[in-house]
């Protein structure tokens, strides 16, 4: 018996994977070694993710593809998981630096996961010149988007040294079958298409209901329907990352202290998420000068905004990505700021009047071939080096618990997420808030980009110079007091673009 079909955007994650762009995320872990040694470490996790296997769907279920991919695949019930196979051990070369374990992950990232297997891999790595572990995992991004996996990591983690008892499983049959019925599966594709047909005549009255009062509502500029998006959607500037990618990857990771990032959102009134993008930006603009670019254009970020519904706590996707401009053009680290402020209030407001349209789904009657086929196709005709980019880099922040958590007894020092680059986007900047801490992932395209390292530790300059700027503006007088005449007051209409263009005044509220 299955489990039920992927949703529309589950399964777009599997049709647009090819050997170049795999479809998986996945986590670095830098961990602190138990109290009591870590000599059978790997063992003792692999004995601990036995016991939980209960607690989450994902370690269990597996795909059962629909005959002649007619409609999208079933979630399936695997009575034969091969710990072995899922959880493996690596150790690292001496010295066993954190670049050979960047490296490593990089190299473990560029593979495919095995779809006739649950959609999920584990590595526990030692050999770390400081005696630390860690931990890398990778999961499909058709089983769980950001949301989802942070439960899933939660589940799987534990807020005390000792671990907790989740409980013993509860009893079931072992099933002997490990195949549908071609019958039981055309069945099932037909009643699914069906039901997906009822389900898009209800919904289309809330669709268009959320189309026109996007349209309608007006801005705080007073702008109305698509004026106010108006340079929202502008196309990018193409940078040497900006390209068709190959299967290799590339990783960097940066920690930042999250008081500091606060502190310096606070002071012009803009929010972490804010700050981060100002972050990336700053850090672009240094790693491009290195290779004499500097687009006159502003940057492009691809950011995913969540249209998962208040109390919906499904393992799924239900993610979109809109653009929003890190207003590289713009010199002044605050001005920038300021502006980027603005640019992801837009696009914030947008993404929720687009809330519950994530539980949409749409009929999938020959979609999997189809889908495959235009992305193998725009693959190979390397599309990407020659239209125009829609974005430069995707950027992701993801909330994170701000206290210790432990593994099999092992405390965690950070978590990096790794991410997804993508034809004519070869860089992903991925954020996870940890413990007091802006943990960075910065996953890349080998071939384009294979010195991400370096973008990553631009962060931290990144910082360094906002907060200059920060105390800066703080100390240097108005400039009433040093001699400037006053402004004429502007027109009320001018007023914001006024405060635009001064900077930081517009981040007041």
């Known amino acids: 018996m299955h489990k039920g079909h992927l949703s529309a955007i589950d399964a777009g994650f599997l049709y647009i994977e090819t050997p170049e762009m795999p479809m998986h995320i996945g986590a670095l872990y830098v961990l602190k070694p138990p109290a009591r040694g870590c000599e059978n470490y790997a063992a003792d996790y692999r004995a601990m ?7 989450a769907p994902l370690f269990t279920h597996k795909l059962a593809a629909m005959p002649f991919d007619l409609a999208n695949p079933v979630w399936i019930e695997d009575d034969d998981v091969d710990l072995d196979y899922h959880i493996r051990q690596v150790t690292l070369t001496k010295p066993g630096t954190m670049d050979q374990l960047e490296k490593l992950v990089g190299r473990l990232h560029s593979s495919l996961l095995d779809r006739s297997r649950p959609l999920w891999e584990f590595f526990v790595i030692d050999g770390l010149e400081n005696g630390d572990l860690a931990f890398y995992s990778k999961v499909h991004h058709a089983a769980l988007d950001g949301q989802a996996g942070m439960k899933l990591t939660l589940a799987l983690l534990d807020a005390t040294e000792e671990p907790r008892d989740v409980g013993a499983p509860p009893p079931r049959a072992r099933s002997r079958d490990y195949h549908l019925g071609i019958g039981e599966m055309l069945w099932s594709a037909t009643t699914n298409a069906l039901s997906q047909y009822v389900k898009l005549a209800r919904v289309a009255p809330k669709v268009v209901k959320s189309a026109i009062d996007t349209y309608r509502a007006t801005d705080a500029d007073g702008k109305w329907g698509l004026a106010k998006f108006k340079g929202a959607f502008a196309l990018a500037p193409r940078t040497h990352f900006n390209v068709s990618i190959t299967n290799q990857r590339a990783f960097g990771s940066k920690s930042l202290p999250i008081a500091e990032v606060k502190a310096a959102g606070k002071a012009v009134g803009a929010t972490v998420n804010d700050v981060v993008m100002a972050l990336c930006s700053g850090a672009l603009l240094r790693y491009l000068a290195d290779y004499g670019e500097t687009p006159q254009k502003s940057l492009i970020a691809a950011v995913p905004i969540s249209m998962r519904p208040e109390g919906d706590t499904s393992q799924n996707n239900q993610v979109t990505m809109l653009p929003v401009s890190l207003h590289s053009d713009i010199a002044d680290p605050l001005k920038r700021l300021a502006a980027i402020r603005k640019s992801a209030g837009r696009m914030k407001d947008l993404g929720g ?96 980009m294979p010195d991400v390292k370096k973008l990553a530790g631009y962060l931290g300059d990144a910082l360094e110079e906002l907060k200059a700027a920060i105390a800066a503006a703080a100390a240097a007088p108005p400039a009433s007091e040093a001699g400037t005449p006053k402004a004429a007051k502007p027109a009320k209409g001018r007023r914001r673009a006024a405060k635009a263009a001064a900077g930081a005044p517009l981040l007041h509220s």
């Open 49 to 55: 993710i036995a016991a939980r296997m209960h607690t």
């Open 353 to 448: 009047k687009m809330k519950g349209l994530g539980s949409l789904d749409v009929p999938s009657i020959g979609t999997p071939w189809l889908m495959t086929g235009l992305v193998s196709l725009y693959g190979r005709s390397h599309l990407a080096d020659n239209l125009p980019p829609v974005a430069n880099v995707a950027i992701s922040n993801v909330p994170g618990p701000n206290f210790p958590l432990y593994m099999t007894r092992a405390m965690l020092r950070a978590m990096y997420p790794v991410s997804i680059p993508t034809h004519g986007v070869g860089c992903n900047i991925t954020v996870q808030s940890y413990n007091g801490q802006l943990d960075f992932g910065l996953t890349a395209c080998r071939r384009a």
